[in-house]
């Protein structure tokens, strides 16, 4: 089980960032995404592999003037 921005979410062999991303319909252009604390590149998305029991953030960037 993967804890995504504190709710549950299942855990899959070989599960990534970018599917991770999909599955919960993060599809806001604009995001930071965490691992335990630790930056995950966006262009690390689609290799980053996740573990059963990580805690993963993502943040939705805004901007405004």
Do not use: C, I
Not at 7 to 20: K, Y
Not at 24 to 42: L, Y
């Amino acid at each position: 089980m993967l804890k995504v921005n504190g709710d549950p979410h299942p855990w899959r062999e070989g599960l990534t960032v970018s599917e991770l991303l999909k599955e919960k319909s993060f599809t806001f252009p604009m995001k930071v995404v965490s691992v335990n604390r630790v930056h995950v590149p966006k262009s690390a998305y689609a290799t980053q592999l996740l573990s059963d029991g990580d805690d993963v953030e993502v943040v939705h960037l805004t901007g405004g003037g």
